[in-house]
Structure formats: structure tokens, C-alpha cells
Antibody
């Protein structure tokens, strides 16, 4: 059973870049697709995007101009970067293993707060 | 962007049947997936592709679809089923979530 664990700073200053990593254990990252999702009281669950092992990514249109994702197969990790953050980006961020249409398995989530 | 509509809350007594609906335009042409989220925990997939259940998940959970509405049905509700439930579809290369329904077991 694959396990996922998010890591990264819990506090980011406004206008800076949010960077998170998701460590995949118990299986090869090359076998699946991978997503990032966030959850806030204001917006509920919000899909950020999905990355394929090929490096190709699909992003939420509302975030596309600020988000990028990448994969490091040698470390069994994938990554999220969100630039120019504001308080509206404060949320719990989850990484997840993706099927073509749904999210098979989720990490436990990590709280990210945007504040000076 | 595509919109999924769920009732904010559903209440049911233990042992009864809970039905949580998810509405969307032409939802019949899409596959609907459901997640359960208990307080302080990450969401867990409970139904995928409208009616399929992940291995090991109780048979009390089932999914269906009719017209513009998908429904998650929980039979013989238990106190441990109290949680938020979210529906989800894949639309135009994006994952779309409903707003969530809080299931309260009376």
C-alpha cells in the first residue's frame, strides 16, 4: 500500500513562493499519476493540479498562472510550487495518488499559512 | 466551470438509511466519485466510477445516478459514519468537487 507524506514550510510570507514536497513510500512513483489538492473553509476542497511521470501536468485553470509541479523519480517525490501567494492561499495542502479521474489515496495534509 | 451542488447537511438516526445527493448539469454523462472526510483527517475514497467500492470498504456504502443527480446511499448508518462527504467529477481536464455534505448521526 502506497503511503504519501507532505512536507514543507508551514508559514509563507505574502508575495513569496509556497513550495511543498510529497514523499511516496511503499511503491514506485513511476506507476501512477499524482495530484495536489488544498482545503480551506472559504473554498472547500480545491484541486490544484496533476502531474504525470512524463512531466506533463494539468492545472486548475484558476491557478494555472501561478502553479507548477514536478517529479523526481530518483527520490520517489513530487513537488508543488505556487508563486505570489496571498492570504487566500492559506489552506491545508494534500498530495494524492491519482487515477485518471479520481483521487485514489491521500496524504495526511499539511497546513500552510500565508502571513507576514 | 462545472458546478456540483450538494445539500449542506443530512441528519439520520442510527440504523436508518442516509442519502446524500450531488447535482450537476448533464451529470449522467460523467463519472461521479465520492469521498468521506472525518474531522482532522484527510478525505478517503468511498465510491468511484458511480458505483464501485474500494476493496475493504463496507457494502453499506453504495452509489447511484439518475437524471442530473448522483446519490451516495449509506445503509444501516452507524455513529462512525458521521463525517463530511464530497462528490467529485472530472470535467474539462480538471477535478471538480462538490461543496460537501455534513452527515450527522442523531
Amino acid at each position: 500500500q502506497v503511503q504519501l507524506q507532505e512536507s514543507g514550510p508551514g508559514l509563507v510570507k505574502p508575495s513569496e513562493t509556497l513550495s511543498l514536497a510529497c514523499n511516496v513510500s511503499g511503491g514506485s512513483i513511476s506507476r501512477y499519476h499524482w495530484s495536489w489538492i488544498r482545503q480551506s473553509a472559504a473554498k472547500g476542497l480545491e484541486w490544484i493540479g496533476r502531474i504525470y511521470v512524463s512531466g506533463r501536468a494539468d492545472y486548475n485553470p484558476s491557478l494555472r498562472s501561478r502553479v507548477s509541479m514536478s517529479v523526481d523519480t530518483s527520490k520517489n517525490q513530487f513537488f508543488l510550487k505556487l508563486i505570489s501567494v496571498t492570504a487566500a492561499d492559506t489552506a491545508v495542502y494534500y498530495c494524492a495518488r491519482s487515477d485518471l479521474e479520481y483521487l485514489q489515496q491521500w496524504g495526511q495534509g499539511t497546513q500552510v499559512t500565508v502571513s507576514s | 466551470s462545472y458546478l456540483l451542488t450538494q445539500p449542506p447537511s443530512v441528519s439520520v438516526a442510527p440504523g436508518e438509511t442516509a442519502r446524500i445527493t450531488c447535482g450537476g448539469n448533464n451529470i449522467g454523462s460523467k463519472s461521479v466519485h465520492w469521498y468521506q472526510q472525518k474531522p482532522g483527517q484527510a478525505p478517503v475514497l468511498v465510491i468511484y466510477y458511480d458505483t464501485d467500492r474500494p476493496s475493504g470498504f463496507p457494502e453499506r456504502f453504495s452509489g447511484s445516478k439518475s437524471g442530473n443527480t448522483a446519490t451516495l446511499t449509506i445503509s444501516r448508518v452507524e455513529a462512525g459514519d458521521e463525517a463530511d462527504y464530497y462528490c467529485q467529477v472530472w470535467d474539462t481536464n480538471s477535478v471538480v468537487f462538490g461543496g460537501g455534505t455534513k452527515l450527522t448521526v442523531l
